[in-house]
């Protein structure tokens, strides 16, 4: 297997020299020993430059295993030796990835942090040759160039990239909980200055090739070709590797200078930070943005800002060895480990497990434009897929339609999209008011309003013109999708698709499945969802699926705590300092108090006393008053246009009042406060895992962090119940249970955990 | 493949050299080729039952001059009007006989937004005698010509006049969106104090120009760069580039030396001294060439302004009449324009690939294949885009995946191929091109023999063009 792999890339290595003899006066000197026992890795010489050919087996993307590693050594020391060799150029002949980062496998099999430090050490030995080589090797970069790929390529004397779409440059490391461990933290200060390193390494975000440029990460672009007499992502890649080689070349014989010129605003940016108290200023500015965002919630960026700065102050070996020991304590950090299974977590979400749909959803229907309606239009118009846009009158048409538009306008003021590709895309939709154009329709999104006749009647009208093959989804956060195919002709071909807002921006689809629906059905939805960019769980019907039922019983709790007298501010920095990103009661603003109230008394019908707790008669108060929250102007806060920072709305005073009730002093402390919302949260999740609604833990914390904003350092409740210990959570449920009733009763399935230490929900 | 293209371009070389130091003998192993390959034609004539025949009874171009040289202080009518008054001498058309006139022309003067019918005024041609202007970027005179036979053959006229014009010296810039907000508000404005709230809002900013557009508008790339990744796309290399381009300048020299630029007419521009020829063609040594550097991706692109063409001032003309009425008026036509083609694709990536796609389509359609083609006569907007275009032409690869063809059509024999000259080296006025194209085509039949010719361009927005030219039987 491996063999024949690496012949093939030895046969691809021959017959893409002889076609470029043509433009290159160059002899090549393939070898076949070293080519046959390496799997990731293999090189040839053209000329006097080595080119080093990226490209691990069995993989859609390179990962910076422990065998790529030394293999990649092992080439080196064979360039280094050689004679003949004057240069290199690194290229990966994976499509679409230069290298993808680290392999976190490596990482979650350590145990303790000083084999952690051991591995950043290893890999910082290896770039710090690289880094000295005394023949220029030049990264050639097409896809993404991420954690260790960036400290890969930041360590060679030059960098071309292609200026494609797919390549970005980045650290995501912190958003995995941890620091860049290869150098990075050293090597980026220099190459982009103080302030862009640190933008960079804090945030994680991608970095688009010619943005790139412009900061002075890569040195040259390359354009991505069109059609040749062979495809293009090939033939753009053997372009680079030849525009590599001449820079090589030009290196080597130093008619090319790796630096750059600078700016006058660069240079005097240089100039201040050679000033080591406005150097001690920028740390100071931006780990008080980092306290201010992270709340201490998660350690990794003020590591990040402390090596930096020890690299800087203290030289670059003080820097490496701090990078290499704070890179070992974080892996070891409960953050990281949540951080890290989320990823995984969301990884498998991308992935449909019920296979390929049979007939692919090419032509989609949304019924009604409103603010879910046209978002889910805009996701699909976005990725080229046919979507028909139907309101029942032309002002709410109109509304979405101007809706669409400026999601993808705002993307153009972005530059993320050029205007003509907005028009290409935008002319996917079809406004209309009638069923024209349905019978050719594969899927229907139903997004009207919340009430279970106007459901049906939707339903019935669709299914009077849709084709027999066509799937009928519905977006509802709570009714139940059962009682929404009651009506239906045909309920295998029903299924809910909660999309939760704004859609464009929030990453999570909960697609809902009846006893009835067809697997193939599912397999379209997730299909479609996953064409929408979407991360998917899958879950069971029931009142409130998965989201809207853990979601609840914390709002009821929300309401009790207000009652009980804690102010709305007060407990928005609660929530916010636990880790969620919006404030318990800005959220029930956010979602609309009419919609609280409607979901809260369904939901409350269903389940019973497990959801008691504060009084449903606050939400009603606050509806008569016309406090419906954001989209009102008023709920717990005032909101105008234009306000950034929004006030407390003081006519909520008088119904906190009346419906005041008396807390209880064991229980309400700041950290009791904030683990009753937690502990409810977590305790319905694992609820809904023990009865079915969810399938694995894993969907539980996607769902819970991607949907809900559950804090993320805490990895969602299935993680966290596992990190913090089932032990410690039913205790507190217990606490509370004894306090204020059956609401707080532990599961049995957590009470299972508490009982049995072993057991865990990710092993 | 490649090293057969290498191989040609090696022996392209030498040709070239031979091309100035034996021409003599080069043009007859020339004719000997010619002789030979058009033993075998596939059809004797292309002449359709009930389809009138359509004739190009001549043709005329001003000399094609560097914008900014003596054509710089004309407006583009002037020009146009210059290749119409030169059709009229050379074809002593009566002018009550053209039916119709079309012109061509990308770069728009506002003031003669019509540029045919202002030209036409004053060339001398009769106020009864319509005129319209067409814009399809570079192959806009052909579409002037395609619309004249389309004209002809429905029976709406019989005698068309089409041509093309362009003056690169002077393009409409105009004042910024905001500035002519402003101007046109203060046009409105009653009342002084109206009158001063509207200047009051003037920002500096405002007197920025806005030219018009290089670049391609749904992608915002311009030609030079797409040309540029479409040379690497084909892995077409700067020297090959070099060497094509120089081809057409020795090509090109060859020809304006030997007189067979025939139809050109010579300009007498007012205030300045009568132009009588081409001044863009300059040969030089690969040498010379290679010490460019490249115009659009740098600094490691292979386009340079040595293998592109220049901008360029001229206008070109032709009458086409339908047969039996030229035939009626005694004239002794040069050409038949037969099946054409109109092809667009991607943009993007393919933006200079027009040739590509309308030559097969346009053989098919006439029932010809690549062997009956006596005179290929491309548009050269780059060296690299021809050299792409010839190699997308021989690829089956190419052919199967973007064209949803069988197999290829094949690349054209060099020997063959814009033999006297083509766009880099005689210039390219935009508007101006297609007819001279036809023109060549026409009279290489003429003076080299063979029967049919092929004439092919590509243009901005991804599209293309090729027709059928068939010499008239002497």
Excluded at chain 1, 197 to 206: C, E, H, I, P, V
Excluded at chain 1, 325 to 333: I, K, N, P, S, W
Excluded at chain 1, 704 to 725: E, N, S, T
Excluded at chain 2, 277 to 294: E, F, T, V
Aim: overall charge positive; glycine content about 8%; some cysteine.
């Amino acid at each position: 297997m491996v063999a024949s792999r690496a012949i093939g890339s030895l046969s691809r290595f021959t017959a893409s020299r002889t076609l470029r003899c043509s433009g290159y006066i160059c002899r090549s000197f393939t070898r076949a020993s070293a080519l046959l026992t390496r799997t990731h890795i293999n090189y040839g010489v053209k000329g006097d430059v080595a080119v080093i050919r990226i490209n691990s087996p069995n993989s859609k993307v390179n990962t910076l295993s422990q065998e790529l590693h030394s293999e990649f050594m092992e080439v080196m020391n064979e360039v280094w030796s050689s004679s003949q060799i004057r240069s290199a150029v690194l290229i990966s002949t994976k499509p679409g990835c230069f290298i993808a980062g680290a392999d976190l496998n490596m990482l979650n099999a350590c145990t303790t942090s000083q084999e952690v430090t051991q591995i950043s050490q290893e890999a910082q030995k290896m770039f710090e040759k690289l880094e000295k080589s005394t023949k220029p090797v030049v990264a050639a970069i097409n896809g993404s160039c991420l954690g260790g790929g960036l400290e890969l390529a930041i360590s060679c004397q030059y960098r071309i990239a292609t200026k494609d779409k797919k390549t970005v440059l980045g650290s995501p490391e912190v958003l995995l909980g941890i620091l860049p461990g290869a150098g990075a933290t050293q090597r980026l200060p220099k190459m982009v200055g103080i302030p862009a390193a640190f933008d960079m390494m804090l945030t994680g975000r991608s970095i688009r090739a010619d943005r790139a440029k412009k900061m002075g990460l890569v040195d040259q672009l390359v354009e991505p070709l069109g059609p040749g007499v062979k495809p293009p992502e090939e033939r753009t890649i053997e372009y680079l590797e030849e525009v590599a080689i001449t820079f090589a070349k030009g290196l080597a014989d130093k008619k090319i200078t790796p630096k750059r010129d600078k700016g006058l605003v660069e240079k005097m940016t240089s100039y201040a930070l050679s000033i080591p108290f406005v150097r001690q200023q920028i740390y100071k500015k931006v780990e008080e943005k980092v306290r201010k965002q992270t709340k201490g919630l998660y350690p990794a960026p003020l590591k990040i800002i402390d090596v930096v700065k020890t690299g800087i102050e203290q030289g670059s070996n003080a820097g490496y060895l701090s990078e290499s020991q704070r890179f070992g304590e974080l892996a070891m950090t409960k953050e990281s480990k949540a951080l890290m299974g989320l990823y995984r977590g969301q990884t498998q979400c991308k992935k449909n497990k019920f296979g390929a749909p049979q007939k692919e959803v090419k032509q989609l229907a949304v019924l009604g434009a409103g603010l879910m309606g046209a978002g889910i239009a805009q996701v699909s118009v976005d990725k080229g897929l046919q979507t028909i846009l139907k309101d029942t009158t032309l002002p709410a048409l109109g509304r979405g339609q101007q809706q669409v538009f400026k999601g993808l306008n705002d993307k153009v003021k972005k530059k993320t999209l050029t205007s003509f590709e907005r028009d290409a895309m935008f002319s996917n939709l079809i406004g209309q008011l009638d069923y024209r154009g349905f019978e050719k329709a594969d899927m229907v999104i139903e997004a009207v309003f919340e009430d279970l006749s106007l459901k049906h009647r939707v339903l019935k009208e669709t299914e009077a013109v849709i084709p027999d093959h066509c799937v009928f989804a519905s977006n509802t956060s709570a009714l139940p999708i059962g009682e929404i195919a009651t009506v239906s002709k045909r309920p295998e071909k029903v299924i809910g698709m909660h999309y939760f807002s704004p859609v464009d921006k929030m990453q999570l689809l909960e697609i809902i499945t009846t006893e009835k629906t067809s697997k193939d059905t599912t397999a379209s939805a997730v299909d479609v969802g996953l064409r929408q960019g979407k991360v998917i769980i899958v879950v069971k019907d029931g009142p409130g699926f998965y989201t809207t039922r853990c979601l609840t019983p914390m709002m009821s709790e929300v309401i009790r705590i207000l009652q009980e007298g804690v102010g709305p501010k007060k407990l928005d920095s609660l929530t916010t300092s636990f880790g969620f990103p919006v404030g318990a009661a800005t959220l029930v603003d956010e979602v609309g108090v009419d919609v609280a109230k409607h979901v809260a008394e369904n939901l409350g019908k269903e389940f019973g006393e497990r959801f008691a707790g504060g009084s449903l008669e606050m939400l009603q108060q606050m509806i008569s008053k016309g406090f419906l929250g954001r989209k009102s102007g008023k709920g717990f806060y005032i909101y105008q246009e234009g306000v950034k920072n929004k006030n407390l709305n003081s006519d909520m005073d008088s119904i906190l009042a009346s419906l005041k009730m008396p807390s209880q002093p064991d229980v309400s402390s700041d950290e009791d406060i904030q683990y009753r919302l937690v502990t409810r949260f977590v305790n319905e999740a694992i609820l809904c895992l023990q009865e079915g609604v969810l399938a694995t833990p894993t969907e539980g914390d996607i769902g819970a962090v991607f949907g809900l904003g559950f804090p993320p350092c805490l990895g969602g409740p299935f993680h966290f119940v596992d990190l913090y210990g089932a032990q410690k959570i039913v205790d507190r449920l217990r606490k509370y249970e004894a306090a204020y009733g059956k609401q707080f009763t532990p599961c049995q399935l957590l009470v299972d955990h508490a009982n049995n230490p072993n057991k865990k929900f990710y092993q | 493949m490649t090293s057969l293209l290498t191989y040609t371009f090696k022996n392209l070389r030498n040709t070239s050299k031979w091309a100035l130091r034996f021409c003599k003998f080069h043009l007859f192993f020339l004719f000997k080729i010619r002789f030979e390959s058009s033993q075998t034609k596939s059809k004797k004539t292309l002449a359709k039952p009930n389809i009138r025949n359509i004739v190009v009874v001549d043709g005329v171009r001003t000399p094609f001059l560097l914008s900014g040289t003596s054509y710089k202080d004309l407006m583009p009518h002037d020009l146009a009007r210059a290749a119409l008054s030169g059709l009229l001498h050379r074809t002593s058309v009566p002018k009550d006989v053209v039916d119709y006139i079309i012109f061509g022309t990308v770069i728009q003067e506002v003031k003669t937004s019509n540029v045919a019918r202002e030209a036409a005024l004053g060339a001398g041609f009769s106020d009864k005698t319509p005129a319209h202007t067409v814009t399809m970027a570079c192959i806009s005179s052909n579409q002037a010509m395609t619309t004249a036979v389309g004209l002809i053959a429905s029976g709406q006229c019989d005698v068309v006049v089409a041509g093309g014009v362009e003056l690169m010296s002077d393009i409409p810039i105009r004042h910024s969106r905001k500035m002519r907000k402003m101007m046109l508000d203060l046009n409105k404005a009653k009342t002084l104090a109206q009158r001063l709230s509207v200047i009051s809002k003037f920002r500096l900013n405002f007197l920025s120009p806005e030219l018009p557009a290089v670049s391609e508008f749904s992608t915002s790339e311009t030609m030079g760069h797409s040309a540029d990744r479409l040379a690497a796309a084909f892995a077409i290399s700067r020297e090959e580039q070099d060497e094509y381009a120089l081809r057409s300048h020795s090509l090109a020299k060859r020809a304006q030396d030997e007189g067979l630029l025939s139809d050109v007419v010579p300009f007498k521009v007012p205030g300045r001294d009568t132009v009588t020829q081409d001044n863009g063609i300059r040969p030089s040594s690969l040498d010379q060439m290679a010490k460019l550097k490249p115009a659009f991706i740098k600094p490691y692109g292979t386009v340079t302004a040595a293998n592109s063409s220049f901008l360029t001032d001229g206008a070109s003309a032709v009458l086409i009449m339908a047969e039996e009425k030229a035939l009626a008026m005694g004239y002794k036509p040069k050409a038949y324009l037969r099946d054409f083609m109109y092809v667009s694709q991607d943009p993007k990536d393919q933006l200079l690939l027009g040739p590509t796609y309308a030559t097969p389509k346009v053989l098919e359609k006439a029932g010809l294949t690549m062997n009956d083609i006596d005179a290929f006569e491309f548009h050269e907007a780059f060296s690299g885009q021809i050299l792409a275009n010839l190699k997308a032409m021989d690829s089956d690869w190419f052919a199967q995946n973007y064209m949803g063809r069988k197999a290829k059509v094949g690349s054209p024999p060099l020997e063959k191929f814009n033999t006297w000259g083509g766009s880099l080296s005689l210039g390219h006025p935009f508007g101006a091109t297609g007819c001279r194209l036809v023109m060549a085509a026409a009279n290489r039949l003429r003076k080299e023999g063979g029967q049919y010719g092929l004439v092919a361009a590509c243009a901005a927005g991804g599209q293309g063009h090729a027709m059928i030219v068939e010499a008239y039987p002497k």
